[in-house]
């Protein structure tokens, strides 16, 4: 998920247990823990090979790590993990801060729920059936839905196609923050949603816009392309997206978030106002208060930043679908809602800055807030996690996850710049 107002604040966590002396401790086995991993690239498609970076890792992990140290000592979330993938597919991961509120440090490649990021696995899966002439972009949905009994009830059912599907141009709103929607999840907090199930806070709704006519994001939209992506494939979702992208690229910290023990997922603090499960800690006994599973193509994914990293560099190096097809997936309509000059692609936030273009996505589940921006003129990605969505985390200092990834990335071209020749 993305939050309402995709600049999510959400009341409630206080900096716990970390009096100075137990900062800087925090910090030290954070800069001990930073580790360095060289990762190969394997894809689906054939690719140009990019070159290692002539950079010197260690300086370059010193003053990254300086910096998430300083972010997380003028901020309030609890802790935060930073991956950062170079030309030639070498990988650094970071951590500062703490896991939880028993003083556990967090560690490079704990995981955390991903939020609307995993929209980029289902996004893949679809390029690659596009890629082999099974799903066409310009299709109408109901090409394979349009037989369903509730079909003809969803708004612009006839009109969407699944490009819109894919850059929320459909009129297809949200379903996971309808107000009966929260009511039946929080009476049944451990439910199994089927797509049906939560289509169904749709039916017979009238569209903001017409189909195209308009941008608005929405899960929705990748819970009717994750159905299609099922009826093509004859298989589960989660199960295309193993075979097709986290096994063949050796992503091996992603995971489903698709029940309430999630291994190697560290505390979330979400604040009292948090929409799920009424409750500022998302982990209680070792359980989600909340199952994730509700969030399945919307999201549905916990994730290292270290992975994630680099399957930013995969997904929009072209990577992990025919190559072709980046300059479609990049092929952006305005979204305002995402920040000034942002636009959406086909499950990518297109946005221009200081080092040039970046192609990411934001991702939000209550008590986690991950953002990945990948740049494609540099060839290096900055994927960061924090494990708080309470309102106050961060500061005018820190600014929200966004400006934090932009602050890393600079450092990381400071130091390909000298070798590439590329400007900063």
Known sequence: MISRQ?????????RVGNPPLERHEVRLRGLLAAILVVSGISGCAPARVAQPARVAPERLTARLQAKLDSLHAAGHFPGATVGVTLPGGRTLGLATGLADSGGVAMRPRDRMLAGSVGKTFVAAVALQLVQEGRLGLDQPISTWLGSEPWFDRLPNARAVTVRMLM???????RYEFNDAFLRDLNANPMRRWTPAERLAYLLDATPPFQAGRGWDYSDTNYIVLGAIIERITGSTLEREIRRRVLDPQRLGDVIPSDTVV??????????????????????R??????????????????????????????????????RPLLAQVVDAVDA?????????????????????PSYGHSGYFPGYLTEVRYYPRQDFSVALQVNSSARGAFTRETRGTGAMVEDLARIVAEELAPASGVPQ
């Open 6 to 14: 995709h600049r999510l604040v959400v009341r409630g966590w206080r």
């Open 336 to 356: 305002p809602a995402l920040g000034r000059g942002a636009r959406y692609g086909l499950g990518v936030i297109v946005r221009e800055g200081p080092l040039g």
């Open 167 to 173: 850059n929320h141009t459909s009129g297809l709103v």
């Open 262 to 283: 999630l291994p190697g997922v560290v505390q979330g603090y979400a604040g009292p106002e948090n929409p799920f499960g009424n409750a500022p800690l998302m982990i």
């Open 285 to 322: 006994d070792g359980r989600f208060i909340v199952n994730p599973q509700f969030e399945w193509a919307g999201g549905g994914y916990a994730t290292s930043a270290p992975d994630l990293a680099r399957w930013a560099a995969l997904l929009w190096g072209g990577r992990a679908f025919a």
